[in-house]
């Protein structure tokens, strides 16, 4: 399911659930939170994110997505990436879709194919992320790309995502392990204590009262169950906003 590869000082990191297009489940969540752990331990420099077979993350397996608890494990893990002790770089090729975008919005560095597709198809669902993941969307790309991806649920290639700072730059996997091999010979104390800067200076990981009501209203409702409903039998949601 996770497979880590110690490569000098740079961790690989791969999803590996090619049947499920590394969707990522509660035990998927739960082994990369152990792999950032690991890597911490292991004294990392860099720590790269890929997914397995040509496909990054095409986002939560909808299978075992019932209630708040997964989107609470997923927070997590998002928090883990982006406060690690050094820099976390996703690479991404095939659909980084809903929480494959989160997990690469939450490395600090990201490498995409021309060809890859970055979206947060929530709306289709009937389902909200976090506060933290809309939050972290307005800092990488502005208030009015990030109200695109969360209003339209539209796919963006990697090549788009690259025009409007999403992506730092376009490339494959070798690509990707060639910058991540390049800033593991820099100073890690600088990087690390770069990384608390640039963290504080974000927005602080709290949500809203207004928020959180949305959330739980979108999370508990009859629009909910009908997205979950329809995707299972491959057929378009009628939602009624109950």
């Not at 999803?15 to 152990?34: G, K, Q, S, W």
């Not at 004294?43 to 608890?69: K, N, P, Q, Y």
Request: proline share 3%; aromatic share 6%.
């Amino acid at each position: 399911m996770i497979r880590t590869e110690h490569r000098g000082a740079v961790a690989l990191v791969t999803l590996d659930r090619p049947e499920r297009r590394n969707a990522v489940n509660h035990e998927a969540l739960t082994a990369l939170r152990a792999a950032v752990d690991e890597a911490v331990d292991a004294g990392t420099r860099v720590m790269v994110l890929t997914g397995a077979d040509g496909h990054f993350c095409a986002g939560a397996d909808l299978s075992d997505v019932e209630d708040e608890g997964f989107v609470a494990s997923l927070h997590e893990l998002l928090l883990s990436l982006r406060r690690a002790p050094f820099p976390t770089m996703a690479a991404v090729e095939g659909f980084a879709l809903g929480a494959g975008t989160q997990l690469a919005a939450a490395c600090d560095l990201r490498v995409a194919s021309a060809t890859a597709g970055f979206g947060v198809p929530a709306a289709k669902l009937g389902l909200m992320v976090d506060q933290w993941t809309v939050r972290t969307l307005v800092d990488l790309v502005g208030q009015s790309v990030a109200r695109e991806m969360l209003l339209s649920a539209d796919v963006m290639t990697g090549e788009r995502a690259w025009a409007v700072g999403l992506v730092h730059r376009l490339g494959s996997l070798d690509d990707a392990l060639t910058w991540a091999e390049r800033i593991a010979r820099l100073a890690p104390l600088t990087l690390q204590g770069f990384k608390v800067g640039l963290d504080e200076a974000a927005d602080a990981d709290h949500t809203t009262p207004a928020y959180r009501e949305a959330f739980e209203r979108a999370w508990t409702s009859a629009d909910f169950a009908e997205g979950l409903a329809a995707f299972g039998d491959k057929r378009t949601p009628t939602f009624e906003g109950r």
